[in-house]
């Protein structure tokens, strides 16, 4: 009952996906056949610190990785803070838990060059796929926003007069991103071409060539067809384009709470990973360039 509460909690009040909903009890529902099969006297009421450790221990055992077990004690801690704070339990075991330490990979991002050749000296054609796949690549290089970002990106939502767009990021949230006359020029051919060849049933910004809202599976498709015209890189996904525009802007010396509100990012340890990456570009070019590196 105490999950079932939880999860609706977390659904219509706190707006999370219902994709996050399944993972979240599916998550809770593997912890409880755990407490279970130790004693199934056990309940949610009675679990102590002691049990959630064992608990992640025999996962670790089992070779899950920390990245799963520290989303799963996520679940867990999330559902122990609501439950205390309405009267469900009289103390929160998953409180003082710290999870197992992961390595953070460096995240994928196109060099600069490589954009530029890309976005100028790669042979587009005047036709409606590629002026439209253009456009993807230089919104995402531009404004970092994400694949479903983009996606849900509305006409109404992008004021050319202000050089400014609204979109609508995780749990609803929506912020204001800058762009430049470069953007502005290329959204507004595209809209001319779009409007020209393709007959539109939806307000969206970016049509398929039925006219329908893009798909995300579509822009992926999209992504990983040009961006390997240009890297080597082993991803090449529209995230890898978010990256970019990131590492861009912290190379080009923005600020990192800048760069965060442009992100979206809830935390700025999220978006300290970019300058991982920058100071890693930084020693290479050190390593090489330098006579006695």
């Known amino acids: 009952m105490m999950v079932e509460k939880f999860l609706d909690y977390m659904l219509f009040e706190r707006n999370y996906s219902k994709r996050t909903i ?4 599916e ?3 593997a912890f409880e056949s755990y407490f279970k099969s130790l004693d199934d006297r056990l ?3 009675s679990i102590d610190s002691d049990i959630i450790r064992d608990w992640m221990e025999s996962m670790m055992d089992k070779g899950n990785t920390a990245t799963s077990i520290n989303r799963r004690l996520s679940a867990l801690r999330s559902l122990y803070r609501f439950a205390l704070s309405h009267h469900l339990v009289e103390k929160d075991p998953a409180h003082k838990l710290n999870g197992p330490k992961k390595k953070k990979p460096l995240p994928y991002f196109l060099k600069e060059r490589e954009m530029d050749q890309l ?13 439209c796949a253009r456009t993807i690549i230089l919104t995402f290089y531009e404004t970092g926003v994400r694949l479903s970002e983009l996606t849900g990106l509305k006409e109404m ?4 007069h202000e050089m400014q767009m609204k979109v ?6 929506q912020r204001i991103i800058p762009f430049g006359d470069e953007l502005k020029n290329a959204l507004a051919a595209y809209i001319d071409v779009r409007d020209k060849n393709i007959a539109k049933l939806s307000d969206e910004v970016f049509l398929d060539e039925k006219g329908n809202k893009m798909k995300d599976a579509h822009v992926r498709y999209v992504v ?3 961006l390997p015209k240009v890297c080597t890189l082993k991803k090449h996904s529209p995230h890898v384009l978010r990256h970019s525009f990131a590492t861009s802007m912290l190379n080009n010396n923005a600020g990192l709470e800048s760069v965060k ?18 100071f890693e570009q930084l020693k290479r070019v050190y390593t090489s360039a330098h006579p006695r590196a």
């Open 261 to 278: 509100q442009l992100l979206g990012h809830k935390s700025l340890e999220t978006t300290e990973v970019y300058t991982h990456t920058t």
């Open 157 to 160: 939502d992008v004021d050319f």
């Open 224 to 226: 990983e067809k040009w």
């Open 119 to 131: 976005l100028d000296h790669v042979a587009w054609s005047d036709s409606y796929k590629d002026v």
């Open 22 to 25: 399944v993972s979240y009890g």
């Open 43 to 45: 309940s949610w009421e």
């Open 168 to 173: 609508t990021g995780k749990r609803n949230k």
């Open 27 to 29: 998550d809770l529902k």
